[in-house]
């Protein structure tokens, strides 16, 4: 109970510097969201847009992140407008890790075992920065249904504790995908429909960070 008020009287404080230092710190942008939904195809493009460099690796196979990933001072231009970021990859959320589900795409027994071992620990982790941030980013799958645990945990999760949200939905450039899907399950949410493969739609994308970061 007492460390629950610690808890409390610790972020009012940490909330009331960071407004104080608004100025002189970079806005920590998470992305978050299920396993395979192009969380790190997305941090990749805007590093690689404004810094030239990418953040980490992507894979079909998931849980190819399982490290949160940090990238310091990514300063992002939209029209006339700058920003500096400090961009957050974080490892997918998901509720059954199963090393047998890497088999399929040719992972070494052994192999698919060590990924399930660092993938829940990975879970933990990105869970554990949530609080930390100052905007997400949730990165969806559109062609995947988005009613699931998972999706709803993560954005109940940062609901609560007041941080703003964007809604992407990934990989519009696939003929199974669907936007209004993703709209009608979160709508009260922006959702920009983008394909971080691709980079289309990516200037909705800066417009609708610059708007909700603007109110961080
Ligand atoms: N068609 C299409 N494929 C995409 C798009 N974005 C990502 N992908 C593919 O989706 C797969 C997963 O991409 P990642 O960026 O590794 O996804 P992630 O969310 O970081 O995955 P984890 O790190 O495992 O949580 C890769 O095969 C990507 O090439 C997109 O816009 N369109
Ligand atoms: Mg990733």
């Keep these: 109970m ?16 960071s407004r104080l230092f608004r100025n002189k710190r970079d806005i920590k942008l998470g992305f978050y969201g299920p396993p395979n939904s192009g969380k790190t195809s997305l941090a990749n ?44 990859d974080t490892p997918g959320i998901a509720t059954k890790i199963d090393y047998e589900d890497f088999l399929k795409y040719k992972v070494k027994k052994k192999d698919a075992k060590m990924r399930a071992k660092e993938a829940t620990q990975g879970v933990i ?19 995947e249904n988005p009613y699931n645990q998972v999706n ?31 709209e009608a399950a979160f709508p009260e949410y922006d959702v920009v429909g983008i394909s971080a493969k691709y980079g289309k739609n990516m200037e909705e994308f800066y417009e609708s960070i610059f708007k909700v970061a603007k109110k961080v």
């Design 45 to 88: 493009r805007i590093c690689k847009d404004f810094t030239g460099q990418e953040m980490g690796s992507v894979s079909k196979i998931p849980h190819e992140t399982r490290n949160v990933q940090f990238k310091e001072k990514v300063e992002i231009s939209y029209k006339e407008k700058k920003m500096t970021f400090k961009m957050i």
């Design 152 to 182: 709803i945990t993560i954005i109940g999760n940062l609901v609560a504790r007041k941080i703003p949200v964007i809604i992407v939905a990934n990989k519009i450039d696939l003929r199974k995908s669907n936007i209004k899907q993703i």
């Design 125 to 143: 982790e990105s869970i554990k920065w949530l609080d930390d941030m100052d905007l997400v980013v949730i990165v969806l799958d559109a062609t």
């Design 2 to 17: 007492i460390n629950m008020e610690i808890r409390v009287v610790r972020n009012f404080f940490k909330k009331i510097f």
